[in-house]
């Protein structure tokens, strides 16, 4: 399982940064890589307990876990906060570089006239 986390957690780490944009993304991940530490910590203790009893067991509750997890990603909706808050700020910015050359066309207008 590590070796499929590996690649996957940049993606996320991105994804939540963009998906609680205002927020620092040095506490975001902060924030993501400790929830996951406890999480995977008890959740080892819990698959642990149920490996005692009988194995199949336990690799079931890997599954199921896995497939949770699947359904919950197709429930995240994807709002970039960041991309689209910079988007909205060079659109700003090129309205305002418009506006500043429509000014200049009409004062040289005036000058001619």
Request: hydrophobic content about 50%.
């Amino acid at each position: 399982m590590g070796f499929c986390m590996i690649p996957i957690m940049p993606c996320g780490f991105a994804f939540s940064v963009e998906l609680t944009f205002p927020a620092s993304p040095t506490i975001v991940n902060g924030l993501m890589l400790m929830s996951a530490n406890v999480v995977a910590f008890i959740y080892s203790f819990f698959v642990a307990w149920i490996a005692t009893l009988d194995p199949r067991w336990a690799v079931l509750t890997f599954a199921i876990t896995c497939l949770i997890a699947v359904q919950f990603t197709f429930c995240i909706k994807e709002v970039l906060k960041r991309l689209n808050s910079r988007k909205f700020a060079e659109a700003a910015e090129a309205e305002e570089e418009t506006k500043d050359d429509e000014a200049e066309l009409k004062n040289d207008f005036q000058r001619v006239n």
